[in-house]
């Protein structure tokens, strides 16, 4: 009898050790912390950063490029140098050679046109008159004397005329007192069209005696 109790009650010992050895089958992270079976680091509780977004990058990028250019920026030196410009200086015209043909054409235009002193129209030109008109047809203005005209520009040799230039003769015995306009200069030889006492508006040439002899020089005001 007792064996039979003995025998009954390591039985029911067995039995319990082996139901407690059994696995217990957690399969989600809530059933777990239920049961007191998970446990998480530091590390493993932060947040991790979220990816920024293509507007954020963009914005990112557009804050480095004008960071970019400030530095740039501040590295530039700018140096303004003040020149004296010195007080006989007259500057010349800056035109096209294209001008230069159409200033001439405008000219010839006029040829025939009657000399009135003091004129400086088309129904009569003197000679400072006429180149004035001439050259304000292209916003160029000049003085109105042919005098005045000579002390403008840039005085060049004879052989270096070009069109377009201006060209001055001392016909009173005073000083510079008739200008006319280059049309062209070949050989040495200057052709220029110009409003004469006697003649009008007409072309001439310093191979004439009369302008060979009261040539005084030429002056540049068109580049």
């Known amino acids: 009898m007792k064996n039979s109790i003995y025998i009954f009650l390591l039985t029911i010992f067995l039995y319990s050790c082996k139901s407690a050895q059994k696995p217990t089958i957690i399969t989600s992270k809530n059933d777990a912390l239920k ?49 004296e410009t010195p007080q006989d200086f007259t500057p010349t015209f800056e035109v096209s050679n294209y001008i230069k043909e159409q200033i001439l054409n405008v000219a010839a235009e006029n040829l025939g046109s009657p000399y009135r002193g003091g004129g400086r129209t088309p129904a009569g030109f003197d000679c400072s008159g ?25 005085r060049i040799l004879k052989s270096e005329a070009q069109s377009g230039d201006l060209i001055f003769f001392n016909t009173s015995g005073g000083g510079v007192s008739h200008v006319g306009i ?35 020089g030429v002056n540049r005001i068109l580049e």
Do not use: C, W
């Open 182 to 216: 280059v049309t062209e200069n070949k050989e040495g030889v200057i052709k220029f069209i110009h409003s004469s006492t006697s003649s009008g508006v007409i072309y001439s040439s310093t191979a004439e005696s009369y302008y060979a002899r009261t040539f005084v």
């Open 130 to 154: 006429f180149v004035n008109y001439t050259m304000s047809q292209f916003d160029i203005e000049l003085p109105r004397s042919s005098a005045e005209m000579s002390r403008i520009g840039k």
């Open 35 to 83: 049961m007191g079976a998970y446990s998480f680091t530091e590390k493993e509780g932060l947040d991790k950063p979220a990816k920024p977004t293509k507007k954020e990058l963009r914005a990112i990028e557009k804050a480095k490029h004008k960071a970019h250019q400030d530095s740039i920026e501040k590295s530039k030196i700018i140096v303004v140098v003040e020149e």
